[in-house]
């Protein structure tokens, strides 16, 4: 080989090792982002989490032990800023809460469903999201609202202890999260749109939405939407979907808004309107213009309610499922919630809302099982409303900020014996007494978010949560299978969720 062409090698090779060096590292430079794992040039470390075949949490869990309370990850054409230090989070959130209160552009799939980011939950942080989230609160979690929707909770609630109890006559068998999910979604339906459907078209709904989230979870299009040409199956799938959606919604739409035309006629709807006008969360959308936009039309009207079915179904199903798998396997805390219950309600009850809240003894239980299993690791993506700064680091206005929340309530210096579910550190002179779930005075716990963004019906899913506990356990007794004891395994499923759905044998009181 001549002299010239080993000098070409040597300069070639020098030459890539920069390139790759300058192109690989993730962080710091010119635009002082926070440090983060050097990836690979272009895709940044988009395959080397595919290839590392684990969830993405317990990458992110391994990270922040490496890189401490803020780091970046470059996936694709994304920058994820991923910050954990509960410090960072509390300055973010509250403190800072309105710079950091947008969320990112939709990826490809996402828009499909999300009708231009037309919902509470995707909406920019602006006059659209503002007007949506305070017609949401005003109009369907304001306090007098849930008590003139009790009655949905009750037939709800009937409809589930019925089913059980046939269960218990036939085998004494139950799976739980089916039941609580499918009774959860009827709960939610009938507050969107006024009407008792059947339950083949609960399961319909039901099954649809948990097709979505599948969908919309991130994928490959998310990552680099400049190939989403060569996703063509992918995206028609998601287009298909919608239509299945707008299938199983829009009727319930349509008929709603018929009732409301007719002044509340119950003939000029083929449903059965159990709600009066006014009272179904879609009626406030029929005529809602927020600042600068017309009225919604249909395929706005379907993502805006699904979206509330979505957000309160999977959270608060797993949430009940994960605190039965302790009342199963702890049959003293078990005994302790069902003595709670008797000395409020008496043995043969009923139970009321009212009643529910003054349990004290169950809500520790259900902030213990939020503790213990938060139902997401990390909250929605947001995003700054600007570029700004965050421990030093420059926060690009369209970097991903991604707040991963799990760790708060395994750290030993904040809980003690964290692994155990002990709803007693929730009492008095207990480690998480007085605790602040929304996260306003300090970041120990947060299940909801906290800040601009927090979760706005975090007092309704206690509620819904508490409300199944309560007369669950007060009308049986919950044991294990003998032959099939419960792993409490986790899996990720939208929620963190039992790998091996929860089974138990319930015995009538
Ligand atoms: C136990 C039950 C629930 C849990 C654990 C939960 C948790 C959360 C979390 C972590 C967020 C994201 C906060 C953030 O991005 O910073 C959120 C947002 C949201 N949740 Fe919930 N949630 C629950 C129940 C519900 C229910 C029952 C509804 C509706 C009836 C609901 C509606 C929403 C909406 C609309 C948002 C978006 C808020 C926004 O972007 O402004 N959630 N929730």
């Keep these: ?101 947008s969320r990112p552009p939709d990826g490809p799939v996402r828009l499909v469903f999300s009708a231009g980011k037309c919902a509470i939950n995707s909406a920019e942080y602006g006059p659209l999201w503002r007007s949506l989230r305070r017609n949401f609160v005003t109009e369907m979690i304001n306090p007098t609202r849930v008590r003139q929707c009790g009655w949905i909770r009750k037939w709800a609630l009937d409809n589930h202890m019925e089913s059980l109890r046939r269960q218990a006559a036939e085998d004494g068998v139950v799976e739980v999260m089916a039941g609580c999910r499918k009774t959860v979604c009827s709960i939610l339906i009938c507050l969107c749109f006024g009407s008792k459907i059947t339950e083949e078209w609960i399961v319909r709904i039901e099954t649809v939405l948990k097709e979505v989230m599948m969908t919309t979870t991130p994928k490959l299009p998310d990552f680099l939407p400049v190939m989403t040409p060569l996703f063509g199956r992918q995206m028609t799938a998601a287009r298909e979907l919608r239509k299945k959606q707008i299938e199983c919604l829009a009727p319930l739409i349509r008929n709603r808004r018929s009732f409301v035309d007719s002044g509340g006629n119950p003939s000029s709807s083929c449903l059965e309107m159990a709600s009066p006008i006014g009272a179904a969360y879609v009626d406030s959308l029929l005529d809602l213009r927020p600042p600068g936009r017309g009225k919604f039309n249909e395929e706005e009207l379907v993502t805006l309610t699904s979206e509330i079915i979505n957000a309160g179904t999977d959270t608060t199903a797993t949430a009940v499922e994960w605190a039965l798998l302790h009342l199963v396997l702890n049959q003293d805390i078990q005994r302790k919630l069902y003595e709670e219950i008797v000395a409020i309600v008496g043995k043969e009850g009923p139970i009321t809302e009212e009643q529910v809240e003054k349990m004290v003894y169950l809500g520790a239980i259900v902030k213990e099982t939020f503790r213990r299993h938060p139902p997401s690791h990390f909250m929605l993506s947001h995003a700054a409303v600007k570029d700004t700064e965050l421990a030093g680091y420059t926060i690009p206005a369209d970097a991903s900020v991604e707040f991963y929340t799990a760790w708060l309530t395994q750290d030993p210096d904040t809980w003690k014996d964290p692994d155990e579910f002990k709803p007693e550190r929730f009492l008095e002179d207990g480690d998480g007494f007085d605790v602040d779930l929304t996260g306003n005075r300090g970041i120990k716990m947060m299940p909801f978010g906290a800040g601009r963004r927090i979760c706005p019906a975090w007092t309704l899913g206690t509620l819904h949560i508490s409300l199944l506990l309560a007369r669950m356990v007060h009308a049986f007794k919950w044991v294990p299978l003998s032959d099939a004891p419960p792993d409490p395994t986790e899996t990720f499923a939208f929620t963190v969720v039992m790998k091996k759905p929860l089974k138990a044998v319930i015995l009538p009181r």
């Design 1 to 101: 080989m001549a002299l010239l062409d080993i000098l070409v090698l040597i300069i070639s090779a020098v030459f890539l090792r920069q390139w790759w060096r300058r192109w690989s590292k993730t962080g710091g430079g010119a635009n002082n982002l926070p440090p983060g794992p050097p990836g690979w040039p272009i895709v940044g470390n988009l395959f080397q989490v595919i290839l590392d075949r684990r969830h993405f949490i317990y990458i992110v869990r391994d990270l922040r032990k490496k890189y401490g309370p803020i780091f970046t990850m470059q996936m694709g054409q994304r920058t994820l800023i991923i910050v954990t230090g509960d410090e960072l989070i509390h300055e973010a959130l509250v403190q800072r809460g309105p710079l950091f209160a």
